[in-house]
Each structure stands twice: as structure tokens, then as C-alpha cells.
């Protein structure tokens, strides 16, 4: 079965436009199918680290993102009104770069997939695939539908960026060696005006929710409210009256949303399962949160899917090149990504399994001193000290991909 493209990717959005920026700048044949068209919005976190700050600019993507209008944000602040514990701290410099940033998906996405475009990458959109061609048990392209016709395209490989709920994962199989319950489900909404700076990212800890505040585009704050799962029922049923209430049942973020505007309606996720993916097979690879699935209260997934897509183009770039066995490439591409995934979904899902009680003994006395050496909250908040582990036990070893092939 002859392949026409080197690497067919399913999903536009950051995972998948990044790889396939990549691919195409190092002259690879890359065909990208997404059913959405672009500009258009998604249902995610928007903040972004210093690292993936770097990363942009390595990529040449640092202008467009910083023209969206974002502001810099350089600190954070956690609060925990109901223990009566907070504190503040800045971004520490990673290579000259010192804040992070929340753009807006309909904005972010947009320009990664221009990117893509211009470096040669083919994206088609408004297009569902619906399948995937398999020869001799391995994936060699996939069956697609527009609103004209059905069609096939061959492929190498076949990658799936096509997020949490990834059909690629399921006509795969792809057995996930990780995994959490839905827990913590968040809802989010823009308001417009609200009171405070805009410089810096808030959550707050309270004995029923969680909540974090983060500037955007267009002086709008996104307000994330994360509540526990026992209690989604009732929640989503009126979920816009509960958000306002919840915003009114802590007073500071009562007075400052008083004379805010809501801007478009509130939205959320109730599925929020946790996981690590094997990521590769024959013919097939993943990426992004069809991989990996982080809870979203920690804000990680849009770092993490650019780090991976990175990673992933690089191994699968030399792979197709000749330059290395792609077993060994995609092998390493697995286990480089582990080396960050796996530590993130532990902290994200002890931060989800907090919502709704109070702070344990353990993170107290540890936000109970950050708040009494800056210099220490500087540090804690740039990533550099540990996060307390709450007594969860350390996870297993990721297993090897089998026959990670091409």
C-alpha cells in the first residue's frame, strides 16, 4: 500500500498544529484533517507558562501570541480564605523569560494553525474522519468526510491529536496504564471589568470549591470554578445560577465581581477522567490530550501538548528520516515525555481531590510558611520545590510501547 503523505495528523488544535509545524519545516509531507473550522472556540484552560513561553519563541510564535493583547502575568497568588493562609509569588526568570500568559483558544489555535499552514503543512477543515485504513495490522491512512464527499488518505503514520474524548485512541486501543475517575468538575466563564490586578494568576481554596482567576485577552478575566463530583448532579442542572453564587459566597470575590459583566455564557466539563496513554503503535502515534489528560485545575494541558508535540515531531522526524530506528525513537519520545507528564498528573490530581475540603495538614504548614519567606513562594510558584504528596502513593513504571513501528 503505497503512502502518499508522510504523517496524516487528526486535530488542528495545539498538540496537532504544532506537530505539524515542525514536520513540514524539516520538509515532510503533512496532512492535517480537523472538523472545526478556524477561528473557533474550545472548551479549555487558557494559561501557559514561562517554559512554553520559550518554546513559542524557539518556534518563531512568540509575536502573534503576545499581539493577541494577553497581558504578562508574573505572579501568582493562592489563597486559602477559610484556613486563614495566603500567598504571593513571582515568576522566577527561565532564560530572560518571566511571565506566562492566558490567550484565548479562538485566538492561540488560530495562530498555530496559520503557522503550520505557511510552513507547507496542508490543514483541511470541516473535515470529521470517521476511520482509520488498516493493512496487514498497521494503520496506513484513514477515511475522511466534508460536506461534499467521503474520501481516503494514505499515510505513514497516523497521528491522533484529537483530544480528551479521541476517536484515534479508541479505533487503536491505545491501553491507558494511568488513570483516575472524573473528579473536580470545572465550569468557566469571561467577565469583563473585574476588579484587581492583572498581573497576576489567583486561585483561591475554599472548604466547598476552588476557584483561579486568570487575565486574558480584551480586559476579561476568565473565573474557574471547580466544585467536588458528588455534587455535578444538582450543579449542572442551573449551572449558571450556582456559578454566580458560588463567585457571591466568597466575599472577596464577591465585592470584585460586583461591577463586573459577565461576557458569554458559562461553560464546563464534567468528565474530567485523568490518564496516561500508551502513545504509539503500528502506524499510529498519540499527542496531546488524546495522550495525556491532566486536570485541568492545575492548568497544564496547553504546556504539556506543546512540550509533547515537540518531542513527538523530533522522534518521529528522525524516525522517517533514517536516522534512527523508529522503535527507538518513539520509545525515547515515551519515555521523555513521562519524565514531565507523570509528575503533573499527580499534582493535578491532588489538587482536584482537595476541591470541596479542607486543606490537609500537610499543605497547610506549607502554605502556612510560604507565606512568611517570599523568597521560598518565588520558588514554589516557578515549580522548583516540591509539591506535598498528601500520603498518595508513587505510581508504577510506565511499560514500553509495543512494536512502535511505521
Not at 515532510?28 to 473550522?37: E, K, M
Not at 466539563?269 to 499510529?284: H, N
Not at 509533547?308 to 522517517?320: G, H, P
Amino acid at each position: 500500500m503505497a503512502a502518499i503523505w508522510d504523517a496524516i495528523i487528526v486535530g488542528a488544535r495545539c498538540a496537532g498544529a504544532v506537530t505539524a509545524l515542525c514536520l513540514a519545516r524539516r520538509g515532510h509531507r503533512v496532512l492535517v484533517l480537523d472538523r472545526a473550522h478556524f477561528p473557533s472556540d474550545t472548551l479549555s484552560t487558557h494559561f501557559f507558562g514561562r517554559e512554553t513561553v520559550l518554546r513559542l519563541a524557539d518556534l518563531d510564535l512568540l509575536d502573534p501570541v503576545l499581539a493577541t493583547g494577553a497581558p504578562p502575568l508574573t505572579r501568582m497568588r493562592v489563597a486559602a480564605p477559610d484556613a486563614g493562609v495566603e500567598f504571593t509569588g513571582r515568576f522566577r526568570p527561565l532564560l530572560g523569560f518571566a511571565a506566562g500568559y492566558c490567550v484565548r483558544r479562538i485566538l492561540l489555535d488560530d495562530i498555530l494553525v496559520r503557522a503550520a499552514r505557511a510552513a507547507g503543512a496542508e490543514v483541511r477543515e470541516g473535515v470529521t474522519v470517521t476511520g482509520l485504513i488498516w493493512h496487514e495490522g498497521q494503520v496506513g491512512g484513514v477515511v475522511a468526510q466534508d460536506h461534499r464527499r467521503r474520501y481516503t488518505e494514505l499515510g505513514q503514520v497516523v497521528v491522533g491529536a484529537d483530544g480528551r474524548h479521541s476517536w484515534m485512541a479508541r479505533w487503536v486501543r491505545a491501553p491507558a496504564y494511568l488513570s483516575a475517575p472524573a473528579t473536580a468538575p470545572c465550569y468557566y466563564a469571561y467577565y469583563r471589568g473585574l476588579a484587581g490586578p492583572r498581573d497576576v494568576v489567583e486561585q483561591f481554596h475554599t472548604d466547598r470549591r476552588d476557584y483561579v482567576l486568570f487575565p486574558t485577552n480584551d480586559d476579561l478575566t476568565c473565573v474557574l470554578v471547580a466544585l467536588p463530583q458528588s455534587e455535578v448532579g444538582t450543579y449542572r442542572m442551573q449551572h449558571e445560577r450556582h456559578f454566580e453564587a458560588d463567585l457571591r459566597a466568597v466575599r472577596e470575590l464577591a465585592d470584585r465581581c460586583a461591577d463586573a459583566e459577565r461576557v458569554g455564557p458559562v461553560r464546563g466539563a464534567t468528565d474530567l477522567e485523568s490518564y496516561l496513554r500508551v502513545p504509539a503503535g503500528p502506524g499510529w502515534l498519540l499527542v496531546g490530550d488524546a495522550a495525556v489528560h491532566v486536570h485541568p485545575l492545575t492548568a497544564r494541558g496547553i504546556g504539556l501538548a506543546v512540550r509533547d508535540a515537540l518531542l513527538l515531531a523530533e522522534a518521529l522526524a528522525t524516525a522517517l528520516e533514517g536516522l534512527r530506528p523508529p522503535q527507538e525513537a518513539l520509545a525515547e519520545y515515551h519515555h521523555l515525555r513521562d519524565l514531565e507528564s507523570r509528575p503533573a498528573y499527580e499534582e493535578a490530581l491532588r489538587a482536584a481531590e482537595r476541591t470541596g475540603r479542607p486543606l490537609p495538614p500537610p499543605v497547610l504548614r506549607l502554605w502556612s510558611a510560604l507565606a512568611a519567606q517570599p523568597e521560598a513562594a518565588d520558588r514554589y510558584v516557578s515549580g522548583e520545590l516540591a509539591q506535598p504528596v498528601d500520603g498518595r502513593k508513587a505510581t508504577d513504571e510506565a511499560p514500553t510501547p509495543d512494536r512502535a513501528t511505521l
